[in-house]
């Protein structure tokens, strides 16, 4: 009885391997294989292995500096994540004690992370559009600036145009994630940090964020695997321009296979931000377990 019990689970999870097989660890494999090929759509007929050449070319590509994209990479994600947790948790933190209208002001926090990044992007370019953008206009009006502000082409401004706009759609998750996690943390201890003395400020580093710690490391943990893998906002508002200013490797991934339809190179970018992620995850997670332990 217990042999057909298993025989049937196994029967029903079956499905769940395929679509694993076929949606998620094939095209990784291939791709995988692909970045170790001279593989261009101007020549099908003449794919064949290369070696690490995709790689060496993708490193010491004059056109696109490897060390830049690396750099506005690190850029686009730690600030980026930095501001989000930051506005997120403090949306959440505000949102633990209920106060009127406070159905209505979780779903306008909320539906930023329902929308498309790709149509926010295209949103955020027209209010920084440098001449008859929203955000141009109220800088006019007020006089903070004197003429239009070329903020998108201008590489001064366009990184943190769409860092902004990041912010902005990330924010959301960061919220929901520490919201739920805030709702969980015992009224008792909260309640013995008030005997204890303790003010808002003592209790929520000496209780709260103690409390939801691994919230905030699974959170985050995830939040830069989606950064660094979220070209939307940049490739809809610059494409990664001006001047390779707002290049980042999933960006320059893309432009290596839509721009140059050079598959094999976009392949070894799609590989090279695998090892970065994997390598990032193990260390990060090493590194908060070995706090946690010294804590104890």
């Keep these: 009885m217990r042999g057909h019990?298993?025989?049937?689970?196994?029967?029903?999870?079956?499905?769940?391997?395929?679509?694993?097989?076929?949606?998620?660890y094939f095209p990784i494999v291939k791709g995988i294989i692909i970045s170790f090929q001279d593989y261009?759509?101007?020549?099908?007929?003449?794919?064949?292995?290369?070696?690490?050449?995709?790689?060496?070319?993708?490193?010491?590509?004059?056109?696109?500096g490897f060390l830049q994209i690396i750099g506005n990479?690190?850029?686009?994600?730690?600030?980026s994540l930095f501001f989000q947790f930051l506005l997120g948790f403090i949306l959440a933190l505000l949102m633990t004690k209920p106060f009127k209208g406070r159905g209505i002001y979780s779903a306008l926090v909320f539906y930023p992370w329902s929308l498309s990044g790709f149509a926010i992007g295209l949103v955020w370019?027209?209010?920084?559009?440098?001449?008859?953008?929203?955000?141009?206009?109220?800088?006019?009006?007020?006089?903070?600036?004197?003429?239009h502000i070329g903020f998108l082409s201008d590489?001064?401004?366009?990184?943190?145009?769409?860092?902004?706009?990041?912010?902005?759609?990330?924010?959301?998750f960061f919220a929901i994630m520490l919201l739920a996690a805030l709702q969980s943390v015992p009224q008792e201890l909260m309640e013995a940090g008030k005997i204890d003395g303790a003010g808002p400020v003592r209790r929520l580093f000496s209780i709260i964020i103690p409390y939801i710690k691994p919230t905030i490391i699974s959170t985050t943990l995830l939040r830069t695997?989606?950064?660094?893998?979220?070209?939307?906002?940049?490739?809809?508002?610059?494409g990664g321009g001006p001047s390779n200013s707002t290049n980042i490797l999933a960006t320059q991934m893309i432009n290596k296979i839509l721009q140059f339809y050079d598959y094999g190179q976009g392949a070894a970018f799609g590989v090279v931000i695998m090892l970065i992620l994997f390598t990032y995850a193990i260390l990060y997670l090493r590194l908060t377990s070995a706090k946690e332990e010294d804590s104890i």
């Design 225 to 238: 695997m989606w950064i660094m893998n979220f070209p939307d906002i940049i490739y809809a508002m610059t």
């Design 40 to 64: 261009t759509l101007y020549d099908m007929t003449n794919i064949r292995f290369i070696g690490l050449d995709n790689f060496k070319a993708i490193i010491t590509d004059l056109n696109f």
């Design 155 to 172: 590489p001064r401004y366009a990184m943190v145009s769409v860092i902004i706009a990041n912010i902005w759609y990330g924010v959301p």
């Design 125 to 147: 370019a027209w209010m920084f559009n440098g001449q008859f953008g929203i955000i141009n206009d109220l800088l006019l009006r007020t006089g903070l600036v004197s003429s």
């Design 73 to 79: 990479t690190i850029i686009w994600i730690v600030v």
């Design 5 to 24: 019990s298993k025989r049937y689970l196994f029967s029903i999870m079956i499905p769940a391997f395929v679509f694993l097989a076929l949606f998620i």
